[in-house]
């Protein structure tokens, strides 16, 4: 399974905020739409960094005045990226291996898609299940 396949189900929506917003404007972003990171762009599609609920967490137990600064200030600025014709399980073992939770996918130089380890599961566990019914019925087949 490639990662545009689970864009297909998915969707291909990206959440993102410009590098002079403040992280108070990352916050309600990220409440208001129940995720747990922002592309960080230029534009509407030139990443150039990301930001992560735990950036801020971390940011803000050093200063509890982050609030008014900009998100460049604690963005991740290398950004790790994928594209749509990646295979899942290498994408997988890249977010274990990196220890990240959230990959934006990048087509041509432009922004088009996101996801996350969450995303990664959910698609492993349901061709695994897919895998485990064809066998089943397979084997009840087989025994009848």
Do not use: C, W
Request: net charge negative; aromatic share 2%; glycine share 6%.
């Amino acid at each position: 399974m490639n990662v545009a396949r689970l864009l297909a189900t998915k969707g291909m929506n990206v959440v993102t905020i410009q590098p002079d917003q403040s992280i108070r404007e990352a916050i309600d972003l990220l409440t208001r739409h129940n995720i747990g990171a922002l592309v960080v762009a230029e534009g509407i599609d030139k990443p150039v960094g990301i930001i992560s609920e735990r950036d801020i967490v971390r940011h803000l137990a050093r200063n509890e005045e982050l609030f008014t600064d900009p998100v460049s200030s604690i963005m991740t600025r290398h950004v790790i990226t994928g594209m749509p014709q990646d295979d899942l399980k290498t994408v997988a073992n890249t977010m274990t291996e990196k220890r990240i939770r959230h990959i934006p996918l990048v087509d041509q130089g432009k922004l088009v898609g996101i996801i996350s380890i969450g995303d990664v599961v959910r698609a492993q566990r349901d061709q695994y299940q897919g895998e485990i019914e064809t066998l089943h019925t397979q084997i009840l087949g087989d025994a009848a």
